[in-house]
């Protein structure tokens, strides 16, 4: 059915937004349907630790369209809808999907780098094999296997900083909490909430709270970049 605008509701998506979103979503039904045929797609494309047989360096792009279940896709690509869409407006498509790549590199990379200092004690320790518990014991490559990163956060928390850089004094709402929070202060609360999360490694957490912070990283200095090189491309720059 088309509006009177003369246009659908896919159709008022930008280009970049509305093909991310599908990619994503293409990706997670096919992540379901795959094993049925013996693929595992979170395996081949869910980023491994940089010392695990299974790793490649393409993982660290692909590790983004990989989604754990409905929740963690939905409300990323909610995200990337609400607030990718007005940087891709301001931006163009082409600066906005360099933007959301470098971001979801940059956790992955800052993902690897923290698996390096959780895993120290293994990389430094002489022996080959690992005991897991339960008796199970694996050989260091294979246990380094077990570490897997899946999903677009980082990207959509660059996404949330630089929509918290363009427009710092729009009202945002925090999910069932009816009250008003400046686009700056909502980034920087979600900032320390990661910091925070991520220091304390509480038990049995497994999201990866620095790679958030990453993304959010990357995306500071991407813009920081674009900002000293005077590359402006709309009012806010």
């Not at 991407?222 to 402006?232: D, E, F, T």
């Amino acid at each position: 059915m088309m509006n009177q605008n003369g246009g659908g509701f896919l159709e008022q998506i930008p280009t970049v937004t509305k093909n991310l979103i599908i990619i994503n979503a293409l990706c997670w039904l096919a992540s379901l349907v795959m094993p049925r045929v013996g693929v595992d797609l979170v395996d081949w494309m869910g980023l491994h630790f940089p010392l695990a047989s299974d790793f490649y360096l393409y993982q660290l792009v692909t590790y983004m369209f990989m989604h754990a279940d409905f929740s963690h896709i939905f409300f990323n690509m909610f995200a990337v809808y609400m607030f990718g869409r007005v940087l891709e407006s301001v931006w163009g498509p082409k600066r906005f999907l360099i933007y959301y790549v470098v971001t979801g590199i940059g956790a992955g990379i800052i993902q690897e780098l923290t698996w390096m200092i959780d895993l120290r004690d293994v990389l430094s320790a002489p022996q080959e094999m690992v005991n897991i518990g339960g008796g199970q014991i694996l050989n260091k490559p294979e246990f380094y296997n077990l570490f897997v990163t899946i999903g677009a956060s980082g990207a959509v928390f660059g996404i949330l900083l630089a929509f918290g850089m363009m427009f710092p004094n729009v009202p945002l709402y925090l999910m069932f909490i009816p009250i008003p929070i400046k686009a700056k202060y909502f980034v920087l609360l979600y900032g320390l909430i990661e910091l925070t999360m991520g220091v304390a490694s509480f038990r049995g957490d497994s999201v990866a709270h620095f790679a958030h912070l990453g993304g959010m990283l990357f995306g500071y200095l991407l813009i920081r970049y674009w900002r000293k090189k005077g590359i402006r491309d709309g009012r806010y720059y």
